[in-house]
């Protein structure tokens, strides 16, 4: 029996693993397909969508490409750029000569020398050297600072006059000589025509610091004048070194602990710095993308650049070119894909370098994957569980069949030791009562009454057997009739103690009215009684209670015996099964009392179930459906 359900399982285990394969091998193809066809499906939606996007952007760059003229003088084409670049849509504007060089907006002028264009002034200059002097060379403080006085006097040239004014502020603001170093810098920051920025805005860095010394509020307006400066036309003063001077106030500014409003307007002034310099990295990146196109047949109108801007321009006369970098933000586009760099799957924008449309994954395809991943997951795993209830189903049917044979091995071996010892007993005696060697009458007696027995104790031993398996063979009914259990209760007790000679105490109040068959019911008393007896040690203290309770009515035997094991007292009622204790195992039994009580139960719809007593011992108790009237009710 084992090998054929393991024969079982194993092929139905070999079907599975080869429909599982299958099952994998068509999903697999399956997929390649779904997404051959999305991916087919979402090229042709780019290029149409590339297609749509053009129209877009010829719209949206229509009007700024139309506002430069073809042709006119250059003073026409700066005046048109600067009203385009005055447009909240558009980065930059700007204009190309022929040879690709930024014609617009016009480079700034070259940065002079600081003293350049100033008239020296012998006197002044030996007055500055001998400050100098003074301050490094003897480290007399107080005379190089009468010095670089003496040098700054404005009967001397300007030249003379800013540099001995700038030394005379750092000595003095070196000696805490605040207000003098104060009044120092601003002459010299007066005079002084910005042409080398970087000495200049260290001048007035300084001079900031000191008067923030001092007041904190007019320290701070101070440094922020200085950072306007150097923003939108004003920076033009600085020439082509306005990034680096801007680059040093941030610096020193990053330490400075600003008032809200001036934290506000300073936050507002790196704002419009990095605007600016955006502005100009977009016009000097869209000049040269326009320098390497616009030479070429059928140029692209429109170029990406990075940072989310878009170049756009026409050509002039002569090959020059002008045109605008818009802001994508500006340009409300919501088109049905995504600009991107061109390659892969991504769709190119006709005239348009470096834009390319890629629309983004539907998820059908994806969503039909998953779908066919989860059926096959969900059949592979109903499976697996129909594979796993089986093999379990398998195993527990061998292991009871196992265990049943078993059980069989020792009821056969349990019975036949039982019935050998009363045949064995009845034959010794018969022998010697036929032999005539007893001659005294009531030693014959005796030996009869032991026969007796012994043949009352088979008899009933065969009876016991033979009701078990009219019961498991269906021969027997239970005929349930509405009575009184209490008394079924007290009879079953003294028919035991009449027989066995143990007395059994009766708790049964009258009348407690149950549906039951009186000779079932004295058959599972009697052998609950026997097994109370049998298994108690020393003098027996066995008890019938009978109650009920919730419409139920129960009959309890109590014992003060060796009691039952947790773990089995469900088992107790299986057939031919015995506990493992060794008391249990000494004491003689065929294991069949208990099961027939568990049959008898069952015929009656009730249950029978074992529970610990209370002080040692067991009590098993019997539940019978309560009886409501006194009509008949047919057995099972």
């Given at each position: 029996m084992r090998r054929a359900?393991?024969?079982?399982?194993?092929?139905?285990?070999?079907?599975?693993?080869?429909?599982?394969?299958?099952?994998?091998?068509?999903?697999?193809?399956?997929?390649?397909?779904?997404?051959?066809?999305?991916?087919?499906?979402?090229?042709?939606?780019?290029?149409?969508?590339?297609?749509?996007?053009?129209?877009?952007?010829?719209?949206?760059?229509?009007?700024?490409?139309?506002?430069?003229?073809?042709?006119?003088?250059?003073?026409?084409?700066?005046?048109a750029l600067a009203r385009l670049e005055a447009r909240e849509d558009v980065a930059a504007a700007f204009a190309l000569d022929r040879n690709g060089r930024l014609t617009w907006p016009p480079p700034p002028a070259p940065v002079r020398g600081f003293f350049e264009g100033f008239p020296a002034d012998a006197d002044a200059r030996a007055a500055l050297a001998r400050g100098y002097r003074a301050e490094f060379v003897d480290s007399d403080t107080a005379a190089a600072l009468r010095e670089y006085e003496a040098a700054g006097q404005p009967v001397y040239g300007q030249s003379v006059r800013v540099e001995a004014k700038l030394q005379e502020a750092a000595l003095a603001a070196k000696l805490g000589m605040a207000d003098r170093a104060i009044r120092a810098y601003d002459v010299a920051l007066a005079m002084s025509r910005f042409t080398e920025p970087e000495r200049a805005v260290a001048a007035w860095l300084e001079r900031a610091r000191l008067r923030r010394e001092a007041n904190a509020a007019e320290g701070e307006a101070d440094a922020l004048a200085l950072a306007a400066s150097l923003s939108g036309s004003d920076a033009a003063r600085y020439g082509t070194a306005a990034e680096p001077a801007r680059a040093k106030v941030a610096s020193a500014l990053a330490a400075w602990s600003f008032s809200a409003p001036g934290r506000a307007r300073w936050d507002g002034i790196a704002a419009q710095w990095e605007r600016e310099r955006a502005a100009a990295d977009s016009r000097e990146r869209a000049a040269g993308l326009a320098a390497a196109l616009v030479r070429q047949k059928d140029a692209p109108v429109f170029a990406a650049l990075d940072g989310g801007l878009l170049a756009a321009w026409r050509t002039r006369p002569g090959g020059a070119a002008a045109g605008v970098v818009l802001r994508r933000a500006?340009?409300?586009?919501?088109?049905?894909?995504?600009?991107?760099?061109?390659?892969?799957?991504?769709?190119?924008?006709?005239?348009?370098?470096?834009?390319?449309?890629a629309l983004p994954p539907s998820g059908e395809a994806a969503a039909t994957i998953r779908r066919q991943r989860l059926l096959y997951a969900a059949g592979l795993a109903v499976l697996l569980a129909a594979l796993a209830a089986g093999l379990w189903a398998s195993f527990r049917a061998v292991r009871r069949e196992a265990e049943l044979a078993r059980l069989k091995g020792d009821f056969v071996a349990q019975v036949s030791h039982e019935l050998k010892t009363p045949l064995a007993l009845v034959r010794m005696y018969a022998e010697t009562l036929?032999?005539?060697?007893?001659?005294?009458?009531?030693?014959?007696?005796?030996?009869?009454?032991?026969?007796?027995?012994?043949?009352?104790?088979?008899?009933?031993?065969i009876e016991k057997i033979l009701d078990f398996?009219?019961?498991?063979?269906?021969?027997?009914?239970?005929?349930?009739?509405?009575?009184?259990?209490?008394e079924a209760a007290r009879a079953a007790a003294a028919a035991f103690t009449k027989l066995s000679g143990v007395p059994v105490a009766v708790d049964a109040p009258s009348p407690v009215r149950a549906a039951f068959d009186a000779d079932g019911v004295a058959l599972a008393l009697r052998n609950l009684l026997e097994n109370a007896a049998k298994y108690s040690e020393g003098t027996p203290q066995v008890g019938v209670r009978v109650s009920e309770r919730n419409g139920t009515a129960s009959v309890a035997v109590e014992d003060r015996g060796i009691g039952v094991a947790p773990d089995d007292r469900e088992r107790v009622f299986e057939r031919f099964f015995r506990a493992a204790d060794p008391r249990a195992r000494r004491t003689k039994g065929?294991?069949?009392?208990?099961?027939?009580?568990?049959?008898?139960?069952?015929?009656?719809?009730?249950?029978?179930?074992?529970?610990?007593?209370?002080?040692?011992?067991?009590?098993?108790?019997?539940?019978?459906?309560?009886?409501?009237?006194?009509?008949?009710?047919?057995g099972r």
């Open positions: 359900h393991l024969a079982i399982f194993g092929g139905v285990l070999l079907a599975a693993s080869g429909l599982a394969v299958l099952a994998a091998r068509s999903l697999g193809a399956q997929r390649v397909v779904i997404e051959q066809a999305a991916a087919e499906n979402a090229r042709r939606a780019a290029t149409a969508a590339a297609a749509e996007w053009r129209a877009r952007l010829d719209d949206a760059a229509r009007p700024c490409l139309e506002a430069i003229p073809e042709s006119g003088s250059a003073a026409q084409l700066a005046a500006r340009l409300s586009l919501r088109g049905p894909g995504e600009l991107v760099p061109p390659g892969g799957d991504a769709a190119p924008v006709p005239g348009a370098d470096g834009l390319a449309v036929e032999s005539g060697k007893i001659a005294d009458e009531g030693q014959k007696a005796e030996y009869m009454r032991v026969i007796l027995r012994e043949s009352e104790r088979l008899s009933a031993m398996a009219r019961l498991e063979r269906g021969e027997r009914t239970v005929d349930r009739r509405a009575g009184d259990l209490s065929t294991g069949l009392g208990l099961a027939l009580v568990a049959r008898v139960m069952q015929g009656h719809g009730g249950s029978a179930r074992c529970e610990p007593r209370q002080g040692g011992g067991s009590r098993f108790i019997l539940e019978f459906p309560r009886s409501t009237d006194a009509a008949d009710h047919p």
